[in-house]
């Protein structure tokens, strides 16, 4: 096992809208899928290139929320751009930049659909 952790999907509830915070506020291109249950999945990346992804999911069923887990986004030396868009893509800074020593520095935000997420910077 290379990781503890290899998907993590984002719930919303207005799909268009959290595809296009997460491509703004990232500067990536999402990729939309159906997903077998009739609902609809967009992949922070190609889930066949292998590593660790994700995608923001259109199931009602789904709450988004900033209670539970928190989801890390790697942007490493793009932290201060990536903070700039948050807001402007309909976001909130919860924690700005924070230096964590030797591990870099990290944020917190949370997105349009209410989700509390972060961001790393090594």
């Known amino acids: 096992m290379s990781n503890v952790i290899n998907w993590f999907n984002l719930p919303s509830t207005d799909f268009d809208r959290a595809i296009k915070f997460y491509s703004s506020v990232l500067e990536i291109e999402m ?3 159906p997903s077998p249950d009739g609902f609809e999945n ?5 889930p066949q290139d292998g590593g660790v992804s994700g995608s ?3 199931n009602p ?13 790697d942007v490493d ?3 201060d751009d990536v903070l700039q868009r948050v807001e402007g893509s309909g976001g909130h800074i919860v924690m700005p930049k924070m230096n964590i020593g030797d591990f870099g520095n990290i944020a917190l935000a949370t997105d349009t659909e209410g989700n509390l997420i972060g961001f790393h910077s090594a």
């Open 77 to 79: 030396g793009r932290l």
């Open 56 to 58: 923001i999911g259109s």
């Open 42 to 46: 967009a992949f922070f990346s190609n």
């Open 61 to 73: 069923q789904q709450k988004p929320g900033a209670d539970g887990a928190t989801i890390y986004f």
């Open 31 to 33: 990729m939309r899928m």
